[in-house]
C-alpha cells in the first residue's frame, strides 16, 4: 500500500528528531554516491544533512599531489572515516572521474606551505588513512611517469604509506599498478615475508599487481604468502611471469588476469595451464599462452568471460592440440624398466605388462557469453565444440574473410547481442583486403535477431565518414534491428581511450518514434578482466 505524501513528511520529521550523532551515524552506513544524492533529494533538510559532508567523502581519485586535501583528512577524522574508495592515479590518467573533497577545506590550517613539504604530505596521508575504517579499496597507480622511476621520492615513504593501508580493517580490495617493490628484499633473505609491508596483507577478495617488479622471481615466494593469508580472493590480475602460480590454493577464485610484464617463454605455459586445472570456480579469464599448452577436456566448467588467443582456444576444443611429450603430462610418464637377464647372461622371456587404459574424459560445453579471441575467425570460431553456443552474447572478430561466414555466425549463436567487426575483410577470391560497403552491413547486422550494440567503425568507414549519409544509414538499421541500443560514432574520445557512443532512443508503440544522440563512453571499470573490451 502506497503512502501518502503527508505520512512521508511526518516519518521524516521523526527521523530528524533523533539526535544528530544517531542521524550521522545513519547516513554513515550509506555506503554508495547514489544512495546519498537521493536522500538529499527528498528534502532541504535531507540535502543539509548529506552535502558535502557525506557526498564528498566517500570515494578519493586524485591525480594530483593535492597537500591541502589530505592536511584536511588528517585533520578531519569524523569526514575520513566515511570515506570508502581510495584511487591515487598519475597526472595524465582520465580513465575515470576525478572525485575530492574541495568545500570544508580550510584555507588556513589546510593549505600552509608546510603541509606542502613532501615528507608531511605523505605524513597527512598516513593520518588520513587511518581514520579511514571504512575503507575497501586502495588502488594506486605509478606507471610512466615521466622523469620518476618509483611511486615515492624515497622507500620509507612507500613503506609507510603501505603499512597503513594494508592494515585496515575492512580492506577487501588492493590494486598497485607501478615500479613498487623496488627494494623489497629478495624471499631468500626475508623468509617469512615481513620486510615489505604488502607481503602481510591479508583477507583480501581482489588483487592487481601489475608491473615488472612483481613478476621478479626474489617476490615469486612473497606473492604466494600472500594469496595464503587470503584464501576468499575473487579476482587476482599479476603477471604471467609469477613463478609459483601453480602451487597457489584460491577456491573462490571466478576473475584471472594474467598479462606479461618483463618477458617470457613457452616452458610457462605449462604451468599456468596447471592452475586452471585446479581451480574449476574461474568464470572470467584473459590470459594468451605464448606456446600452445595442454588442457584437459573438463578444465574450466563455469568459464564465461575469456579474452585470449588461438593457441589457447584450440588448446581448450581439442586436448590433443597440445599435447606432446613436454606438454601433456600423461605423455610424460616414465618408461618402463628395461628387460631383466637371468644369471647366465641371457634374456629371460619378459612378462609383459597389463596395461589399464583409463576413459577418455568427456568434452564440456562451456557457458561463455562474451569472447575475443585475437585472429580467430568465423570458421574457426563455427567449428569450436567447447563452448555451448545458446550462451554466447557478446562477440568480437578481428577477422573474416567471405561475408557468407557471418552469415553462419548469426545462425549458429542466435542470442549474439554484442558484436565487434572490423571494416574490412579478405574474400576467397580477393588478392588483397576490401571495404565492407553499407549494403553489406545493412545485410550482414539485421541477421543477428537480438543485437543491440554494434561496435567498430565499419559503418563509417562504408560512408567515408558523411554524416549526412550517417544520418541515413543509421535511421535505415534502427529499422532493420529492432534491438538495436548503440553503436560507435566516429569521433574519439582520448580521455578515455575508446569511440563516443550512438545512443538510439525509441519513444512509443504505434507508431513509434526513433532518434538518436552522442554520448561520452563510460569510464573503464578497474577490476574489468576483458578490459572494457564488451562494454
Keep these: 500500500m502506497l503512502k501518502s505524501p503527508l505520512r512521508q513528511n511526518f516519518n521524516m520529521l521523526n527521523f530528524f528528531v533523533l539526535p544528530d550523532e544517531i542521524v550521522e551515524e545513519i547516513m554513515s552506513e550509506l555506503d554508495q554516491h547514489k544512495d546519498l544524492v537521493s536522500f538529499a533529494l527528498a528534502s532541504k533538510t535531507c540535502a543539509d544533512a548529506v552535502i558535502p559532508h557525506h557526498t564528498q567523502y566517500r570515494i578519493l581519485r586524485v591525480r594530483h599531489t593535492l597537500p591541502e586535501m589530505w592536511a584536511h583528512l588528517a585533520r ?132 592487481t599487481l601489475t608491473g615488472d ?34 602451487e597457489c590454493n584460491l577456491p573462490r577464485l571466478k576473475k584471472l588476469k594474467l598479462l606479461i610484464q618483463a618477458g617470457a617463454n613457452t616452458s610457462i605455459d605449462q604451468s599456468r595451464a596447471l592452475f586452471l586445472q585446479n581451480h574449476p570456480s574461474i568464470e572470467e579469464l584473459n590470459w594468451s599462452p605464448i606456446g600452445s599448452p595442454w588442457i584437459p577436456p573438463d578444465a574450466l566448467p563455469n568459464l564465461k568471460s575469456l579474452t585470449t588467443n588461438r593457441q589457447f582456444i584450440m588448446a581448450l576444443n581439442d586436448p590433443h592440440y597440445g599435447s606432446g611429450t613436454s606438454a601433456n603430462p600423461a605423455a610424460a610418464l616414465p618408461s618402463p624398466p628395461s628387460t631383466p637377464t637371468s644369471p647366465d647372461g641371457l634374456s629371460s622371456s619378459p612378462e609383459v605388462p597389463s596395461v589399464l587404459l583409463e576413459p577418455e574424459t568427456p568434452r564440456i560445453l562451456r557457458p561463455i557469453e562474451s569472447l575475443h579471441v585475437f585472429s580467430l575467425d568465423p570458421q574457426a570460431l563455427l567449428d569450436l565444440q567447447c563452448l555451448d553456443r545458446a550462451c554466447l552474447r557478446k562477440l568480437k572478430l578481428d577477422t573474416f574473410l567471405d561475408i557468407s561466414t557471418l552469415y553462419e555466425v548469426a545462425e549458429a549463436f542466435p542470442n549474439i547481442e554484442w558484436l565487434w567487426l572490423p571494416h574490412i575483410h579478405l574474400p576467397t577470391d580477393a588478392a588483397h583486403p576490401v571495404a565492407v560497403t553499407m549494403e553489406q552491413w545493412l545485410d550482414i547486422l539485421p541477421r543477428f535477431k537480438n543485437l543491440k550494440v554494434f561496435r567498430g567503425q565499419g559503418l563509417w568507414a562504408s560512408i567515408e565518414n558523411e554524416v549526412p549519409k550517417m544520418h541515413e ?28 557512443r550512438v545512443v538510439v532512443v525509441r519513444l512509443g508503440v504505434q507508431p513509434e518514434l526513433i532518434g538518436y544522440h552522442a554520448e561520452r563512453p563510460r569510464p573503464k571499470y578497474l577490476f574489468d578482466v576483458s578490459e572494457g573490451a564488451f562494454d
Excluded at 580513465?95 to 600552509?112: F, N
Excluded at 596521508?125 to 575504517?133: E, K
Excluded at 593501508?165 to 623496488?182: C, D, I, V
Aim: glycine content about 2%; overall charge neutral; charged content about 20%.
Design 473 to 500: 544509414l543509421i535511421m535505415e538499421l534502427v529499422q532493420l534491428c529492432p534491438n538495436l541500443q548503440e553503436i560507435d560514432h566516429s569521433s574519439f574520445y582520448d580521455k578515455f581511450g575508446a569511440f563516443k
Design 213 to 246: 617488479t612483481w613478476a621478479r622471481l626474489g617476490n615469486s615466494k612473497h606473492l604466494c604468502a600472500v594469496l595464503a593469508k587470503s584464501p576468499n580472493l575473487e579476482y587476482l590480475e599479476v603477471p604471467v611471469e609469477f613463478h609459483h602460480l601453480a
Design 76 to 207: 578531519r577524522s569524523d569526514l575520513a572515516r566515511n570515506i570508502r574508495e581510495v584511487h591515487i592515479c598519475e597526472r595524465q590518467n582520465y580513465s575515470m572521474p576525478d572525485r575530492a573533497p574541495t568545500t570544508l577545506i580550510d584555507q588556513v590550517l589546510d593549505r600552509s606551505l608546510e603541509n606542502a613539504e613532501e615528507t608531511m604530505r605523505v605524513r597527512n596521508i598516513c593520518q588520513a588513512l587511518t581514520h579511514m575504517h571504512q575503507l575497501r579499496v586502495f588502488d594506486w597507480s605509478s606507471r610512466d611517469v615521466a622523469g620518476q622511476q618509483r611511486p615515492t621520492s624515497h622507500p620509507s615513504h612507500e613503506n609507510a604509506v603501505m603499512t597503513v593501508a594494508t592494515q585496515l580493517p575492512m580492506l577487501e580490495t588492493l590494486r598497485l599498478n607501478g615500479k613498487f617493490a623496488l627494494h623489497a628484499l629478495n624471499s631468500s633473505l626475508d623468509t617469512k615475508s615481513l620486510a615489505y609491508p604488502v607481503w602481510k596483507v591479508s583477507n583480501l577478495r581482489s588483487l
